[in-house]
C-alpha cells in the first residue's frame, strides 16, 4: 500500500496524525508531512487507510 499527501490542501486540522501518527507529522504551520509512504505493519496500514477517510481535505490518498 503506497500513500500519497497533497499538502496544498491540507488545512492543518490534525487528525491524520492523532489516527496515524507513524506516518503523518505536521510542520511549523500544521501541514500535514509523510513520514513513511509505505508502511509495512498492518495496523499502521490500517491507521493510514482511516486517516485517509477521515481527511477533512481529503488530502491523503492511499493506493493498493
Ligand atoms: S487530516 Fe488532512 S487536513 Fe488535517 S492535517 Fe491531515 S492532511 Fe491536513
Known amino acids: 500500500m503506497k500513500i500519497e499527501i497533497e ?3 491540507c ?5 491524520c496524525v492523532v489516527v496515524a501518527e507513524q506516518v503523518f507529522d505536521q510542520d511549523d504551520d500544521g501541514i500535514v508531512v509523510l513520514h513513511d509512504a509505505e508502511p509495512g505493519d498492518a495496523a499502521v496500514v490500517e491507521a ?4 485517509a477517510r477521515i481527511c477533512p481535505a481529503r488530502a491523503i490518498h492511499t493506493h493498493d
Do not use: D, H, V, Y
Not at 488545512?11 to 487528525?15: H, K, P, V
Open 7 to 9: 499538502p496544498e490542501k
Open 11 to 15: 488545512i492543518a486540522s490534525g487528525q
Open 48 to 51: 493510514a487507510r482511516n486517516a
